[in-house]
């Protein structure tokens, strides 16, 4: 049951209180890229049980793997995609991939082998009631089991809920400000009771659901959410904050707990900070669109 704290009036209470800056050391020059190989527009990043981080870009190469200390594993160059989005490694090892402008989502092997699409043919987008296509998807997020949810995203203004198999199971939300409506649904992420956190890019809001889609709750004072990543062991979220081009950690009362970043092109600010991975040890990896990189901050 959620708690009183989700109210809009505690939420501002809080929001007002001065955000310290988070405890995380920037790794200088941590992605270790073979000579002439440059990151396109960096859109995704995820971690693997393994702490490995798979890097998805615009560039030549748009996926890429690499290890926890930025040592590069494999990259793929064919890959079906027409511009990247959000990308995830699900509880088997699979990665998949939302090409935003494709109206797709994608399986992979860690090879590069493609395992599943969820798309209409041709590739053209579907509207908001369309069970296995998108328009503009943008991110999603697994249960433990392998079931998972998609954020669609830019065209369409839901989130749809998908078996392991990638079967169609249910569908919420419309385009528009009241509860449970969204404009411009940016991310989708799951804390450990399986409750759906959804990235309300222009509301300005993160908003809360049961797995069928009832409105539990949502967070108002927290920036304008772009990416959304849970940290199981700390139980908290670290949200990018792509207006204000930085990242801010969340209690799971919507309290802003600290800070990363700040606008800029040196080390350890951003320009479009869009989408983040949080590994075991508690290290946040954050993709940047205009300075085209992946940086990570080490929990100290």
């Known amino acids: 049951m959620l708690s009183r704290v989700f109210l809009p009036a505690l939420l501002a209470a809080a929001a007002v209180l001065p955000a310290a800056d988070l405890p995380h050391r920037l790794i200088p020059d941590w992605a270790k890229l073979p000579g002439g190989w440059n990151l396109g527009e960096t859109s995704g990043v995820s971690v693997d049980k393994d702490d490995n981080v798979w890097v998805f870009n615009r560039g030549p190469h748009p996926v890429v793997q690499f290890d926890k200390t930025g040592r590069m594993l494999r990259a793929w160059k064919e890959v079906p995609v027409v511009s990247s989005h959000g990308i995830k490694v699900d509880p088997e090892g699979k990665v998949w991939l939302v090409d935003v402008k494709g109206h797709a989502l994608l399986k992979f092997t860690p090879e590069g082998r493609l395992l599943m699409v969820i798309a209409n043919a041709g590739r053209t987008a579907g509207d908001n009631t369309t069970q296995y296509a998108f328009n503009q998807p943008t991110g999603l997020s697994f249960l433990p089991g392998g079931a998972f949810f ?12 998908y078996s392991k198999q990638g079967e169609f199971v249910r569908q919420w939300g419309a385009k528009g400000k009241a509860d449970g409506e969204f404009d411009l649904v940016h991310d989708v992420a799951l804390d450990k009771t399986g409750r759906v956190y959804v990235a309300d890019r222009a509301n300005s809001r993160v908003q809360i659901f049961d797995q ?3 409105f539990l709750g949502k967070w ?36 802003i707990l600290g800070t990363l970043g700040g606008f800029g092109k040196a080390p350890g600010k951003f320009d479009l900070p869009h989408h983040m991975a949080v590994d075991s040890e508690g290290s946040v990896y954050i993709a940047e669109i205009k300075n085209r990189r992946v940086q990570k901050f080490a929990a100290r």
């Not at 998609?150 to 809920?161: C, E, F, K, L, P």
């Not at 908290?236 to 799971?252: E, H, Q, T």
Request: proline share 2%; aromatic share 10%; glycine share 16%.
């Open 220 to 255: 108002t004072e927290v920036g304008q959410p772009w990416g959304l990543a849970y940290a199981g062991k700390e139980n908290a979220f670290y949200i990018c904050d792509g207006l204000n081009n930085r990242v801010v950690k969340v209690s799971m009362e919507g309290k």
């Open 212 to 214: 069928q889609g009832k």
């Open 150 to 161: 998609v954020s669609d995203g830019y065209g369409n203004s839901r989130v749809a809920h």
